[in-house]
């Protein structure tokens, strides 16, 4: 199939088949591929006695015949046409309209707006955060509170403005009391936040916090060790750093997060201002 499709085609199949390896439906569609031949083996007990048996009375025990299983309706599996088409069609746009009213998860009971993202949809700088707080809930919109507009003097620090860049979390909805997300939560909602990074594909990620950065490089270890450090992800660049409300807590880690900042400046061409402190 290779020769029938652009390289640009190729790049957005390949984010598409990884949105539904995200979603966790690799095996769904593989054994939809094979319905209708679908073969149950017999069981592994099963399958060792008879062996033994063999061993033992030397002359071949008959196997248990293959049971066919049969074929299960397929609903609303899309065509390879309609495939390639949605493929060229992959926007946000297109990521919000099927993420709809969303229940997936329990967030949804507590929630009052869903905080899809917003921001320039051909970002090269992409912001990720944690999720939604109080101000965002209400207002629909992510960092908008405290935080928020701390993380927009940072933007601006930078020489760019929030219509400049994509500002986005790791769950669209609000946790509780502001609780850390839940696991289960995290793995329901992050593929629509992967989906979001490969429609816009930017030059480069900024994980705001450690629960962006484990969400996206699923790794454990304290922020402290990695943040600063350029990892490669998804056809890009990613950062972690400090998340806003931590700097608002600890002023004195700003420093820190500026130095992290200008080689992100440093990725994207952006001159740094001899009077920008950070
Ligand atoms: S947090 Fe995400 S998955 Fe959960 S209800 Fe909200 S939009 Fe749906």
């Given at each position: 199939m290779d020769s029938l499709l652009t390289s640009h085609q190729r790049e957005k199949l390949e984010a598409w088949l990884r949105y539904y390896n995200d979603l966790n439906l690799g095996e769904f569609y593989s054994d939809r591929r094979s319905m209708g031949k679908r073969i149950v083996k017999p069981r592994a007990a099963e399958a060792a006695a008879a062996s033994v048996s063999v061993a033992v009375a030397a002359k071949p025990v008959p196997q248990p015949a293959p049971v066919p299983v049969p074929a299960l309706p397929i609903v609303n599996a899309p065509s390879m046409f309609e495939v390639l088409d949605r493929i060229e069609g992959d926007t946000l746009e297109l990521t919000r309209e099927q993420l709809g009213e969303c229940t997936r998860c329990k967030l949804h009971k507590t929630r009052n707006k869903i905080v899809f993202g917003a921001g320039?949809?051909?970002?090269e700088l992409i912001f990720v955060g944690e999720g939604p707080g109080h101000d965002e809930d209400v207002q629909?919109?992510?960092?908008?509170?405290r935080a928020g507009k701390l993380l927009t003097q940072m933007i601006e620090a930078m020489g760019?403005?929030?219509?400049d860049v994509y500002i986005a979390n790791v769950v669209k909805c609000r946790p509780p009391e502001n609780r850390k997300p839940e696991e289960d939560e995290v793995a329901t909602c992050s593929p629509y936040l992967f989906r979001q990074i490969d429609a816009i594909a930017p030059k480069a990620i900024v994980c705001l916090g450690a629960t962006a950065a484990q969400a996206l490089l699923k790794i454990q270890e304290p922020i402290s060790r990695y943040r600063g450090s350029w990892f490669d992800y998804r056809n890009t660049k990613l950062m972690a750093t400090y998340h806003p409300a931590y700097l608002l807590r600890n002023p004195a880690a700003k420093a820190d997060v500026w130095k992290d900042l200008q080689k992100v400046m440093g990725l994207l061409g952006l001159q740094v201002k001899k009077n920008s402190k950070g």
């Amino acid at each position: 199939m290779d020769s029938l499709l652009t390289s640009h085609q190729r790049e957005k199949l390949e984010a598409w088949l990884r949105y539904y390896n995200d979603l966790n439906l690799g095996e769904f569609y593989s054994d939809r591929r094979s319905m209708g031949k679908r073969i149950v083996k017999p069981r592994a007990a099963e399958a060792a006695a008879a062996s033994v048996s063999v061993a033992v009375a030397a002359k071949p025990v008959p196997q248990p015949a293959p049971v066919p299983v049969p074929a299960l309706p397929i609903v609303n599996a899309p065509s390879m046409f309609e495939v390639l088409d949605r493929i060229e069609g992959d926007t946000l746009e297109l990521t919000r309209e099927q993420l709809g009213e969303c229940t997936r998860c329990k967030l949804h009971k507590t929630r009052n707006k869903i905080v899809f993202g917003a921001g320039n949809p051909r970002a090269e700088l992409i912001f990720v955060g944690e999720g939604p707080g109080h101000d965002e809930d209400v207002q629909g919109l992510p960092f908008v509170g405290r935080a928020g507009k701390l993380l927009t003097q940072m933007i601006e620090a930078m020489g760019l403005s929030r219509d400049d860049v994509y500002i986005a979390n790791v769950v669209k909805c609000r946790p509780p009391e502001n609780r850390k997300p839940e696991e289960d939560e995290v793995a329901t909602c992050s593929p629509y936040l992967f989906r979001q990074i490969d429609a816009i594909a930017p030059k480069a990620i900024v994980c705001l916090g450690a629960t962006a950065a484990q969400a996206l490089l699923k790794i454990q270890e304290p922020i402290s060790r990695y943040r600063g450090s350029w990892f490669d992800y998804r056809n890009t660049k990613l950062m972690a750093t400090y998340h806003p409300a931590y700097l608002l807590r600890n002023p004195a880690a700003k420093a820190d997060v500026w130095k992290d900042l200008q080689k992100v400046m440093g990725l994207l061409g952006l001159q740094v201002k001899k009077n920008s402190k950070g």
